[in-house]
């Protein structure tokens, strides 16, 4: 500890974006070398990893708040220099994806860790519907029982880690749809529909060498209708 104030010489950096702001403050080396890192804006402590994610998927302003979250850390516990932190500030705010982003992170500790994914989910409804769109996490195997109600799983933009993944139904007078990301495959042949139909509009099994995830859809549907099928488009709209 210093006991004369003249002898801190502290300077204050101010990081402005649209995400969030930083004020990055730290002595001067003369006086002390220790950094000091105060966040304005944003959250250090549920940003303290780049979770691992398909590199093309697309980032979103969450994902990049959590990346300048690392990067401030590691700047405050002097693993990177002002120069350093403000060309990866620079980078993460251009990148469009997590594959961009990685390289930024990549020599930090605990950059790139795996992403914690549960092996089996199951969902249930009782006169009500169940739905997965956005980011979210696919499991090994998903469970899926509804009783008079509607199911939708929009996997576009969900996280699939496994290249095969199995869905079992036990659903009950109403409709289930799930939506494919493009290239994905469906097997839909150890379905039964009673009273109702079962429609895939999709390849049932993938192209040789193809890394591009592939479903097998098992249970029953009574009385209701199952459909497996790719994005829909008009104009700008998409769903």
């Known amino acids: 500890m210093h006991s004369d104030p003249d002898d801190l010489k502290s300077v204050t950096h101010v990081c402005e974006c649209p995400l969030m702001r930083l004020q990055i403050g730290f002595t001067s080396p003369t006086a002390h070398p220790h950094r000091r890192v105060t966040f304005v804006g944003g959250d250090l402590a549920g940003g303290d990893s780049v979770p691992a994610r398909p590199q093309q998927l697309r980032m979103s302003d969450s994902d990049r708040e959590g990346v300048l979250a690392r990067l401030s850390a590691a700047l405050g516990e002097g693993r990177l220099t002002l120069a350093e932190f403000e060309e990866r500030v620079d980078g993460v705010l251009r990148a469009r994806t997590f594959g961009e982003v990685q390289p930024l992170v990549a020599d930090l500790p605990g950059g790139t860790p795996a992403l914690a994914k549960r092996e089996v989910v199951e969902l249930r409804a009782n006169a ?79 192209e040789p060498g193809s890394s591009a995830p592939h479903l097998l859809v098992r249970g029953s549907v009574s009385a209701g209708s199952l459909l497996v099928r790719y994005e829909r488009r008009f104009l700008r709209w998409r769903w």
């Open 128 to 206: 009500g519907s169940i739905t997965r769109k956005g980011r979210w996490i696919v499991p090994t195997r998903l469970v899926v029982r509804s009783r008079a109600g509607s199911v939708k799983l929009d996997m576009r933009q969900a996280v699939i880690g496994d290249p095969v993944v199995e869905i079992e139904l036990a659903v009950q007078a109403g409709s289930t749809t799930i939506v494919l990301p493009p290239g994905a495959t469906a097997d839909i042949d150890d379905v039964t529909a009673t009273a109702g139909s079962a429609k895939s509009k999709v390849s049932p099994s993938p």
